[in-house]
Nanobody
């Protein structure tokens, strides 16, 4: 288990950019796969992006390919989600997660979760 704290969410206009951060801590935080998921009321938690513990491969949901970029610091203590050309349908609570399972597109393969950060995109 690791501790995760998201930040960087906010209210932006469609077409804007935003960077989410996830502070990662714990004795073995560097050895975990990392991912971003999002959830809106009435919908299942949706996969957004993930990166393996080794830094590759990265994986993206089709809905965000070309717009979002996931990355992590070399030390593994910070996970980022760079979001560009935001759309109203991107509005959700975004969660970072750490895990050791596969595939990385499946939430069940992540064991530790942050509290989430709200991203709201207006038209």
């Amino acid at each position: 288990q690791v501790q995760l704290v998201e930040s960087g969410g906010g209210l932006v206009q469609a077409g804007a950019s935003l960077r989410l951060s996830c502070a990662v801590s714990g004795r073995t935080f560097r050895s975990y796969n990392m991912g971003w998921f999002r959830q809106t009321p009435g919908k299942e938690r949706e996969f957004v992006a993930a990166v393996s513990w080794s830094g590759s491969p990265t994986t993206y949901a089709d809905s965000v390919k070309g717009r979002f970029t996931i990355s992590r610091t070399n030390a593994g203590n910070t996970l980022y989600l760079e979001m560009s050309n935001l759309k109203p349908e991107d509005t959700a609570v975004y969660y970072c997660a750490a895990g050791s399972g596969w595939p990385l597109t499946q939430a069940a393969n992540f064991q530790s979760w942050g509290q989430g950060t709200q991203v709201t995109v207006s038209s």
